[in-house]
């Protein structure tokens, strides 16, 4: 899934084609998966389920079983929401889930912002389970470099 | 002796018996009058009586055509039934390209006679591809046709595709198999229910019985599914 909360994941497409023997789905097309607060849009976005391909040719088989991969790929924009905080959103050119480690790296010129903050760098893991997320450097002429920029919140002096 | 009795009012007697002109021509008025008025009184008598009987005439007249239209296609339906073959729990046993066996159903078949490699038109036809296989595709609809010689079956209202693998149902209203490859493809919308979730799309085609399928949407109906959290 694409969000630690779980639950079904809604996906949507101009085309979808299925392919029982690799066991994935590919959504191409204004792609994009929903689950809980979360939302995932691309070009195309592959699901690869467990089990791919040991079913045995009938028709709707690519779209049984559950998903352990997504790739995103093209145009990728992905929205996290939680309670009480600005959207956090991250551009980037591909991104790839994986469900047993439940991260999401997003490669490419890759953009998070969060309110006014924003980092940039060239690849970004987020964990859903810890919430934790690494930036990598992107290449600069001064080698693999992380920006970002930070307001400070202004709190009111208490006195 | 031959009394001659005249009319009051005849054209030729001169009431006025050398009355002043003014009175004649009064007279004459008063007679052309009658006149009009005797000439009306006749079409009116004559529309009274032919105004009803065209009424009856046009009344039978549309009678005659719906019993003779009814005739005619009784006698079309006994002609097309004395020349076509009805065949009851029908059953077409076949293979494709690949060799995989298909068997096509019906409640009931029926076939122009003289038309061997004919149209067939089925009712509550069902359709099993890939028979010899542990879990093969069941299509069944409430009507379709079977075209032998080009080996497309064409189902059409309640079409319900039940993918063996995974317990996948597709619901829509029209579906074309081609029995020589086993393509099976329609162009209106399909929902799909299963274990794992649900899908609907504008149109469909799956391919090499289930191996590939596509799904397609049109402008902003997109393919949409959801997909259940194991």
Partial sequence: QISGSGGPIMMGADNLEVIDAE?????????????????MRANVIRAYHAGGGNRSGAPGGGLSGDIVRMVAEGDVYFVSRSEGQPDQVIR??????????????????????????????????VNNTTGRAVMDGAPTEAGRRVRGVFYPENRPQTR | MNDVIRPAFDDSFDPSGG???????????????????????????????????????????????AAMRTFQAAQAENEAQRASATLVNARFYGQDRQGRAFLIGAATARQMLGAV?????????????????????????????????????????DVRINEGGQGFEFRTQTAVVDTRTGVVSGRSPVEGQGPMGSISASSYAIYDQG????????????????????
């Fill in chain 2, 117 to 157: 490699q004919g149209p067939v038109a089925l009712e509550q036809p069902t359709l099993e591809i890939g028979r010899d296989q542990p879990d093969p595709t069941r299509v069944r609809a409430d009507r379709g046709v079977y075209d032998q010689r080009t080996g497309i079956l064409t189902l059409h209202d």
């Fill in chain 1, 23 to 39: 066991g994935v789905q590919i959504w191409s097309g204004r792609a994009e998966a929903t689950q809980g607060n979360n939302r």
């Fill in chain 2, 211 to 230: 191996a590939r399928i596509v799904f397609r949407g049109s402008g902003d109906n997109k393919v949409r599914a959801t997909i259940n959290d194991p």
């Fill in chain 2, 19 to 65: 009355l002043s002109s003014e009175r004649a021509a009064e007279s004459r008025k008063a007679a052309a009058a009658v006149r009009q008025w005797r000439r009306r009184a006749r079409i009116v008598r004559l529309a009274r009586r032919a105004l009803p009987l065209s009424i009856g005439l046009i009344v039978l007249l549309l009678v005659g055509v």
């Fill in chain 1, 92 to 125: 980037g050119d591909q991104a790839v889930y994986t469900r047993d480690t439940d991260t999401i790296v997003v490669t490419g010129q890759v953009i998070m912002t969060q309110g006014e903050n924003v980092l940039t760098g060239s690849r970004l893991t």
